[in-house]
């Protein structure tokens, strides 16, 4: 006779979504006299497979003084030191054989025990609910030894009705959670897989009449100014809203003159929901959401979404935040001009949509759904399009929008992501719609848009972008109809996005296309005690995806990376921009509800060489899309450095997200210029000055050695050896960087992959022959030519030195040869310094890294860092740290300071370690300090692109090999 085995118990392999569950319904935060929150220690055994231990733990009484601890909520992997198994990262694929519903033997599956009593106050009468916020993949209850039920998706509410089995004191929980379910199938989104309760647990009461259900319909007629308020109940009573004078019963209608909710000034109306047994706060946003002429609308305008993809994550503690960490995100958010975000791809934090509603923030609610992993059998087998699986679809889409429906910030719901198309994505649909006829419908993932109000892709190309917004891309006719946004774009991922700057113009060019959220929020580094933060294969995961994990606009300690500073000057929404005449300036109001009226401006000039003084400006209240041309004072030009305006917008006093004075957008011209648009470019502009001859010394040969005014170089190679009194490692033509993500690119677009193709031409290893080291009357020229090994393409330079008594120029020139096919990374010298000059001054951009595709936020002023703070510490370390359109640098140990001014203006980068040590380098604690400071002094750097998946550089960003010219002064002062 044959036995079979089927491993584990029968729900976790069923399809459905679970038994014992509540109904779901709106979410509100409970008041502490009738919530007892369930979090802490618990008691916890950890088990390898679901089936290893029977049910008895969860009798009252039973023996767990054995067991280790953990604190709910929480991720058991992210617990114990390493003791309760590890978190795996991947991106696409399952960690497991997919085989649905079926799960694999191998199930980690945590037992936890609480034993509590109820609080002295307890009310008397009613009943009670157990709440739990989110459990990871499955869980099984029990209360006092009864079974409540199990349930499966992980990020949705699940209530047990509990009034009956409840006790005064020595209550014993009992939860098993099996990481993997057949709920896994449904929940491949590409972040880390952390199992556990990772969402508050808590008991709530239920007093005789509480409120059910209820559904808060607050619309708003822009024509008219008028709201609507509507409250349906589950069970009867009375609506007030002070403010507004209403006092309705439960399905009236009330009409009243009301100010408007909106992302920008996010008005809420307090009021209470009375039922006989009950009192619930509610807050009131009146705003209405449509779709019409093609354009999403809300209160009648069109709207541009400036968005974020946000995770939820902490680096010590995953996907539990706590709600200062969910205010912070909200706060950054707001204060990088950020109106928007899409909860990829899951309900956040119930708590999360009430800061939205708050602080204001447009809010794309997606459900928890993503079967991405069958992109792998060509969706075979796709749970969304399998009838067996809706219902499962079903209960997840109900979850999300009961609990959620109240919130005015929420204007679109999703179905979810990369999930195919299917039957069961329009059953989702078609429930939502009937659900909720309110709110207009997302999803990406389905190119006919048969279930969406929206069209919606992700990583377009600007080329795309631009088509769609032209109405010239084709498709189906009911998609030709639709607004456009990008669900995402932008790829975070290490140092980038390039582009953001190109996309915005389309997002203003073309109302059609409605803006976009980048992805995504943050980095998902995890804490570590070795790496500093760890991503894919950090835990000896045998499938991972690696540092795909960290393409985040925050690094994973919440630090905002360039790419977030970027994102906040392209999207600011109030645009500075230089005007038709000189010194004056054009403010254009970009909001699409707010008027300038909240703003303080003011003008800065700011000149080389001269301290700045700062003026208030007169800008009249300019209502959304207005524009104006102001004035700037006039000021004497400066007689030698260059000058500039800088025009800010600040906070004229402080808002909910941020201080009095915060700066919100800012715009920069030079001062005194005849020609407005002549800006960067080279000496002379702006009132630049050229830069110093420094000639007329003749080099002098002696010792090995050429000396050339304060200079001395090695007669064999030409490489300067000395400047001043400071050793220095001669500057040497430099055209390689560690390569960032995006110069990796996706495995999908290999010809993108420049990374890869620098390396198989050799760009990270090339030699350098020294041609010519030929003094003349009053120059050195140094000849070379620069290649790898194995290939017939070079670059030949000629460094040309001469010098004066104090300063030393070189003249470089550079002419490629053969038939270079592919950008190159850099072009420039690099050069060392001795490892005390750690002080870094400059004029020129800053404060903050940029590259040619992402340089909008760079400012032209005087900035001063050290040289360890010029970097960026990305999580896996790659190019990093250059400060664009440099007019002069300056480092210094204290005592001498070596300088270095450039024509035209350059990207300066200084760091303690070679592009090579950072190219090795898998994570930032790779990264010793060595004796040296390298500096690279480049005259273009190759744009960044978002490649690591998306679009690659913009061919106006791309830095072809061809003949080039530039020049520097090097002069080095002692005080
Ligand atoms: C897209 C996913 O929707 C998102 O979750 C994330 O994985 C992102 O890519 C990349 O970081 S899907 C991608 C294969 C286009």
Redesign the pocket.
Known sequence: MSTSRIPGPAYLEDRSPGTGALPPRAWYPESDATRLGLGGRWRFRLSPTADAHDEAFARPGHDTSDWAELTVPGHWVLQGDGAFGAPAYT??AYPFPVDPPRVPDENPTGDHVRTFDLPPDWPDGGSAVLRFEGVESCARVWLNGHELGTFKGSRLPHEFPVGALLRPTGNTLAVRVHQWSSGSYLED???WWLPGIFREVALLHRPEGAAGDFSVHASYDHRSGLGTLRVDSEVPGRVTVPELGLDLATGESAVVPVEAWNAELPRLYAAQLATAGERVPLRIGFRTVAVEDGLLKVNGRRILFRGV?RHEFHPATGRTLDLATMREDVLLMKRHNINAVRT??YPPHPAFLDLCDELGLWVIDECDL?T?GFHLTDWRGNPADDDRWTPALLDRAARTVERDKNHPSVVLWSLG??SGTGRGLTAMASWIRERDPSRPLHY?GDPSCRDTDVYSL??ADHAEVDRIGRRADGGPEHRARLPFLLC?YA?A?GNGPGGLAEYQRLFETHERCQGGFV??WIDHGLDHPRFGHAYGGDFGEELHDGA?VC?GLLLPDRTPSPGLTEYAKVIEPVRIAPGDGPDSVRITNLHDFADLSGFLFTCTHEADGAGPFTRTLDVPPLGPGGSVEVELPPVPRPATGEAWWTVRASLAGPVPWAPSGHTVAWGQLPAGATDPTDSAGSAGSAGRPALPRARGLAPRVRDGLVVLGPAAFEAGTGRLIRLGGVPVSGPRLDVWRAPTDNDRG?P?TPADQLARRWSELGLHRMRHRTDGVEPTADTLEVRTRVAPAGSALALRAVLRWSADAELLRLDVTVEPEGDWELPLPRLGVRMGLPSAFGRARWFGGGPGEAYPDSRSAARIGLHRLNVDALGTRYVRPQENGARADVRWAQLDDGVTSVRIEGDPAFSFTARRWTSEQLAAARHRTDLTPGDTVWLNLDHAQHGLGSA???PGVLPEHRLTAEPAAFAFVLSARTA
């Open positions: 991106n696409v989104q590409d972040q993809n990829s791809h993503e991405h992501n990369e990406e992700m990583y995402e790829h991922m992805w995504e795909f393409d996706a999908w690591s998946c998306g």
